[in-house]
């Protein structure tokens, strides 16, 4: 069964730090880009950060650049999120999501919340 | 940028419900559909326009080209009151901001 499980979410102080892990199963990770997708409460569907196979390539949406990094370890079969300077706005949500292969995220996780309050 | 319209819309079972999305540049054909129901997990529906995911009803399609595109169901099921969002793959990922089928 193809699986992915996050974890790491938090309540954090704003400025705060934080890592997100998405640990996945069921399935060769190393063929697969791997997306960080956040959800706002009550909100719509926002895309953070995309890597490639191999790590070589990281892709942030403009809010998020200079202030979260997305890395990968293909022996351990997991995706992380840093996350730094957080504030508000970032309160959400947070999915790891694979791409199928057809540039579309065919598998997601369940979530892992983070919030970012005084 | 994915503009998606209506915002919501209301209809019955049986009902034929049609949701359109924009990009404000082409994505030739990286364009996706999502359903996501209350606290649930987004599902992905349609990819690469028109192309079904697997286990997904025939009643889902997808359709367009460029910049406009469309999802149709063509006959709405107790099932499919959900949101639904398109999703451009051409450059990096960007979502619309999401359709809201409610029951009439």
């Known amino acids: 069964e193809v699986r992915l499980v996050e974890s790491g979410g938090d309540l954090v102080r704003p400025g705060g730090s934080l890592r997100l892990s998405c640990a996945a199963s069921?399935?060769?990770?190393?063929?697969?880009?791997i997306s960080w997708v956040r959800q706002a409460p009550g909100k719509g569907l926002e895309w953070v950060a995309l890597?490639?196979?191999?790590?070589?390539?990281?892709y942030y949406v403009d809010s998020v650049k200079g202030r979260f990094t997305i890395s990968r370890d293909n022996v351990r079969n997991s995706v992380s999120l840093q996350m730094n300077s957080l504030g508000g706005d970032d309160t959400a949500v947070y999915f790891c999501?694979?791409?199928?292969?057809?540039?579309?995220?065919?598998?997601w996780g369940q979530g892992t919340l983070v919030t970012v309050s005084s | 940028q994915m503009t998606q319209s209506p915002s919501s819309l209301s209809a019955s079972v049986g009902d034929r419900v049609t949701i359109t999305c924009r990009s404000s540049?082409?994505?030739?054909?990286?364009l996706n559909w999502y359903q996501q129901k209350p606290g649930k997990v987004p599902k992905l529906l349609i990819h690469?326009?028109?192309n079904l995911q697997s286990g997904v009803p025939s009643r889902f399609s997808g359709s367009g080209s460029g910049t406009d595109f469309t999802l149709t169901i063509s006959s709405l099921q107790p099932e499919d009151f959900a949101i639904y969002y398109c999703?451009?793959?051409?450059?990096?990922?960007?979502f619309g901001q999401g359709t809201k089928v409610e029951i009439k």
């Open positions: 540049q082409t994505v030739r054909r990286y």
């Open positions: 069921g399935f060769t990770f190393s063929n697969h880009w």
């Open positions: 690469g326009v028109s």
């Open positions: 999703q451009q793959s051409f450059i990096t990922r960007t």
């Open positions: 890597i490639n196979q191999d790590g070589s390539e990281q």
């Open positions: 999501a694979r791409d199928g292969g057809r540039a579309a995220e065919d598998c």
